[in-house]
């Protein structure tokens, strides 16, 4: 099993009364009330929450993108995913990904994730999201009748931009180009390992096993309520006669690691709520966009995600932990939580959150810190007798050296 | 009551057509919501009109629009669908998306229509006085936006929780095919060039708003008249809705319209 760290890096001071002043964090929140001096610290301090990461053992560092909001401060994925292949040297950098429709021509998707391949010397994890509503409809005005059909052809091209040795022109319906030769090309070959990140959508699972991508269930309300996707996943997964190998799922986990309940409370329970609180909140007219769910979608009765986080009530620290929102305990009670959501999700890929909302450096860096060295180690050898073809390779050249100057 | 029957339409899905009335032809395009034959506007209409209102393609099933990609797409599956009814140089007219439908089709095909009704068009952009954003209301609060006053409101909603899933779903599906099909040609702004094409549209063009539309507002009459070659404007009391807010009012503005011969 293998355990990926991944940063949200939400912006950490919206103010006590947000709520009651604003209907989302996403879309319509002005950015008069975003504070550079805050953003310049959120930003070091997040990037240094991954590289510690990545010193103490984690697999991976994933990083994604969003537009527009305080939920995510990451517009660009690609900027923070080329300092860690700096400034790192161990863990794979997953890239959560690059929400593919929204870049015209798609090609550019191709030669930035290149570059990254190519810098950190093959550790790229390519994710493909077709991105949130917000983020794709909203912010970056795309058509949400078409929104999936570009997303499929922009994935194709870069698939096929990586994987191409000579140039070659492509026709399609949202890009045409007359020569495709991208350089760089990345290091991994045929091409690094794409992971697609997802709610529930039906088409996304047959796609996945159909291209051998990984699927990534992302969600914040913990794996007993996540059981009934990933059953359909496998279910779909079985279905198509593919191997049923954990290393072709992953999920996301909430992890709070504490001596006894009332520390967990007091460590991590003013940021959660932040989290769910403020930072999660979306104004129900941006989550779900006629033509955002496929009708085949809508049919099968499969919620959203984003439409689940907008009917969410105030919540405390209690009811966090009481809907399995978060894993919480002392690193023994975290390993065997984790241990049942193994069998239960078959999920060889975790990535965590150990950041939430706007919790301090220093508890981030405990709660990171016992993760690696007192659960991890008793999870490792779940799912051993797999083969990872969703991960990259270790390099054959030692990587270049890290030069950071003093 | 209307009649519907299927048209085969060259080089595009076949449309269901509501008919019925007597009288001079009136080929005219819905708008958000998809007609039945007890719709209160085209039984309306068919006092004056033989009414023939097609079902806009992506309305029962989204696949029909795969292929039908833009504006000018859509405006020829019309000028195809006026070709297989036999229609040429008839009133035509729409209301919201139909409006901005019957506009393009106006503009591209000139000899389609001889009179033009636009009732609260899409299709045009102003940064003074924008449309107001639809697909990012919540479906329950769709109502304020395009009702001014009390009047015959069509079912664009999901009714209150029917009690078989199923019925359930299938209501979720029809929402959602009718909004998507009106997203494809609207969002993020309702401005595909029409601006470009109105000057190209011969026919006499009855342009009309809703003195209270509170999501195409009312100056946008203005709007469209100056870039129509013969374009007349009329605001009444009402919101976007205003045809389905006076029924019988508006058809006979409609007839009215189209019996004068010439603009003096």
Same mark, same amino acid.
């Given at each position: 099993?293998?355990?990926?760290?991944?940063?949200?890096?939400?912006?950490?001071?919206?103010?006590?009364?947000?709520?009651?002043?604003?209907?989302?964090?996403?879309?319509?929140?002005?950015?008069?009330?975003?504070?550079?001096?805050?953003?310049?610290?959120?930003?070091?301090?997040?990037?240094?929450?991954?590289?510690?990461?990545?010193?103490?053992?984690?697999?991976?560092?994933?990083?994604?993108?969003?537009?527009?909001?305080?939920?995510?401060?990451?517009?660009?994925?690609?900027?923070?995913?080329?300092?860690?292949?700096?400034?790192?040297?161990?863990?794979?950098?997953?890239?959560?990904?690059?929400?593919?429709?929204?870049?015209?021509?798609?090609?550019?998707?191709?030669?930035?994730?290149?570059?990254?391949?190519?810098?950190?010397?093959?550790?790229?994890?390519?994710?493909?999201?077709?991105?949130?509503?917000?983020?794709?409809?909203?912010?970056?005005?795309?058509?949400?009748?078409?929104?999936?059909?570009?997303?499929?052809?922009?994935?194709?091209?870069?698939?096929?931009?990586?994987?191409?040795?000579?140039?070659?022109?492509?026709?399609?319906?949202?890009?045409?180009?007359?020569?495709?030769?991208?350089?760089?090309?990345?290091?991994?070959?045929?091409?690094?390992?794409?992971?697609?990140?997802?709610?529930?959508?039906?088409?996304?699972?047959?796609?996945?096993?159909?291209?051998?991508?990984?699927?990534?269930?992302?969600?914040?309300?913990?794996?007993?309520?996540?059981?009934?996707?990933?059953?359909?996943?496998?279910?779909?997964?079985?279905?198509?006669?593919?191997?049923?190998?954990?290393?072709?799922?992953?999920?996301?986990?909430?992890?709070?690691?504490?001596?006894?309940?009332?520390?967990?409370?007091?460590?991590?329970?003013?940021?959660?709520?932040?989290?769910?609180?403020?930072?999660?909140?979306?104004?129900?007219?941006?989550?779900?966009?006629?033509?955002?769910?496929?009708?085949?979608?809508?049919?099968?009765?499969?919620?959203?995600?984003?439409?689940?986080?907008?009917?969410?009530?105030?919540?405390?620290?209690?009811?966090?932990?009481?809907?399995?929102?978060?894993?919480?305990?002392?690193?023994?009670?975290?390993?065997?939580?984790?241990?049942?959501?193994?069998?239960?999700?078959?999920?060889?890929?975790?990535?965590?959150?150990?950041?939430?909302?706007?919790?301090?450096?220093?508890?981030?860096?405990?709660?990171?810190?016992?993760?690696?060295?007192?659960?991890?180690?008793?999870?490792?050898?779940?799912?051993? *007798?797999?083969?990872?073809?969703?991960?990259?390779?270790?390099?054959?050249?030692?990587?270049?050296?890290?030069?950071?100057?003093? | 009551?209307?009649?519907?029957?299927?048209?085969?339409?060259?080089?595009?899905?076949?449309?269901?057509?509501?008919?019925?009335?007597?009288?001079?032809?009136?080929?005219?395009?819905?708008?958000?919501?998809?007609?039945?034959?007890?719709?209160?506007?085209?039984?309306?209409?068919?006092?004056?009109?033989?009414?023939?209102?097609?079902?806009?393609?992506?309305?029962?099933?989204?696949?029909?629009?795969?292929?039908?990609? *833009?504006?000018?797409?859509?405006?020829?599956?019309?000028?195809?669908?006026?070709?297989?009814?036999?229609?040429?140089?008839?009133?035509?007219?729409?209301?919201?998306?139909?409006?901005?439908?019957?506009?393009?089709?106006?503009?591209?095909?000139?000899?389609? #229509?001889?009179?033009?009704?636009?009732?609260?068009?899409?299709?045009?952009?102003? *940064?003074?006085?924008?449309?107001?954003?639809?697909?990012?209301?919540?479906?329950?609060?769709?109502?304020?936006?395009?009702?001014?006053?009390?009047?015959?409101?069509?079912?664009?909603?999901?009714?209150?929780? #029917?009690?078989?899933?199923?019925?359930?779903?299938?209501?979720?599906?029809?929402?959602?095919?009718?909004?998507?099909?009106?997203?494809?040609?609207?969002?993020?702004?309702?401005?595909?060039?029409?601006?470009?094409?109105?000057?190209?549209?011969?026919?006499?063009?009855?342009?009309?708003?809703?003195?209270?539309?509170?999501?195409?507002?009312?100056?946008?009459?203005?709007?469209?008249?100056?870039?129509?070659?013969?374009?007349?404007?009329?605001?009444?009391?009402?919101?976007?809705?205003?045809?389905?807010?006076?029924?019988?009012?508006?058809?006979?503005?409609?007839?009215?319209?189209?019996?004068?011969?010439?603009?003096?």
């Amino acid at each position: 099993m293998k355990f990926h760290w991944f940063h949200l890096m939400p912006y950490p001071e919206l103010p006590d009364d947000f709520v009651e002043k604003h209907r989302s964090v996403w879309v319509d929140y002005p950015n008069s009330e975003f504070d550079p001096a805050v953003g310049n610290r959120a930003y070091n301090e997040y990037l240094g929450q991954l590289e510690f990461a990545g010193e103490v053992g984690f697999d991976g560092i994933c990083v994604n993108e969003h537009h527009s909001n305080a939920y995510g401060l990451m517009p660009s994925p690609n900027l923070m995913a080329s300092i860690l292949a700096r400034t790192t040297t161990k863990p794979k950098i997953v890239v959560m990904g690059n929400s593919v429709a929204l870049y015209n021509p798609a090609i550019r998707v191709a030669e930035e994730m290149a570059m990254i391949d190519v810098l950190s010397n093959g550790r790229l994890v390519a994710g493909f999201p077709v991105g949130t509503p917000m983020d794709t409809a909203f912010c970056m005005g795309q058509n949400p009748a078409t929104l999936r059909e570009k997303y499929r052809e922009g994935v194709d091209l870069v698939l096929k931009a990586w994987t191409s040795r000579e140039p070659f022109a492509f026709n399609g319906q949202y890009n045409q180009l007359r020569y495709v030769n991208i350089w760089p090309r990345p290091v991994q070959q045929p091409h690094p390992p794409v992971w697609i990140p997802g709610g529930g959508s039906i088409e996304t699972w047959d796609w996945c096993v159909e291209n051998d991508f990984l699927y990534a269930f992302l969600s914040y309300f913990g794996y007993k309520r996540a059981k009934a996707t990933m059953e359909s996943f496998w279910e779909v997964v079985d279905k198509r006669g593919a191997e049923m190998n954990p290393y072709r799922a992953g999920f996301l986990q909430f992890v709070a690691i504490a001596e006894n309940e009332a520390e967990a409370e007091r460590i991590y329970g003013p940021a959660a709520c932040y989290f769910y609180n403020r930072a999660l909140r979306v104004y129900p007219g941006f989550a779900s966009p006629p033509g955002y769910s496929t009708i085949a979608t809508l049919r099968k009765g499969i919620g959203s995600q984003v439409v689940d986080t907008t009917k969410l009530p105030d919540l405390t620290w209690k009811d966090i932990v009481n809907q399995g929102f978060v894993v919480t305990g002392t690193p023994d009670s975290v390993a065997q939580q984790l241990n049942e959501m193994a069998d239960v999700m078959r999920v060889g890929h975790l990535m965590m959150l150990f950041h939430f909302g706007n919790l301090p450096d220093a508890a981030v860096r405990y709660n990171t810190e016992r993760f690696a060295k007192e659960v991890a180690p008793k999870l490792r050898h779940r799912f051993s *007798d797999w083969e990872d073809r969703w991960w990259p390779k270790d390099p054959v050249a030692a990587p270049a050296p890290v030069l950071v100057p003093a | 009551m209307l009649n519907s029957e299927k048209i085969a339409v060259r080089n595009g899905p076949a449309q269901t057509v509501y008919r019925g009335g007597r009288g001079e032809p009136l080929f005219w395009l819905h708008g958000l919501q998809r007609p039945q034959a007890d719709d209160p506007v085209l039984n309306a209409l068919a006092e004056h009109f033989e009414v023939f209102a097609p079902v806009a393609p992506g309305y029962d099933d989204l696949t029909e629009i795969d292929e039908i990609r *833009d504006v000018h797409d859509l405006a020829l599956q019309y000028d195809g669908l006026m070709q297989a009814l036999g229609l040429n140089g008839v009133t035509v007219g729409g209301h919201s998306l139909g409006a901005m439908v019957a506009a393009e089709l106006a503009a591209h095909v000139t000899a389609r #229509a001889k009179r033009l009704v636009l009732a609260s068009p899409l299709g045009l952009w102003n *940064d003074a006085y924008p449309v107001a954003d639809l697909i990012a209301r919540p479906v329950p609060e769709i109502d304020e936006l395009l009702w001014a006053g009390a009047g015959h409101r069509p079912d664009i909603r999901a009714e209150e929780e #029917a009690a078989d899933p199923a019925v359930r779903v299938e209501r979720l599906v029809t929402l959602a095919s009718q909004l998507t099909t009106f997203a494809k040609f609207t969002w993020p702004i309702p401005d595909r060039g029409l601006r470009r094409r109105l000057p190209r549209i011969t026919a006499p063009t009855l342009v009309m708003f809703g003195a209270d539309d509170a999501f195409v507002p009312a100056r946008y009459a203005e709007d469209f008249v100056a870039l129509l070659e013969h374009g007349r404007k009329r605001v009444r009391p009402g919101g976007h809705m205003l045809p389905y807010e006076h029924p019988a009012g508006f058809a006979a503005e409609v007839a009215e319209f189209a019996r004068v011969p010439t603009y003096a």
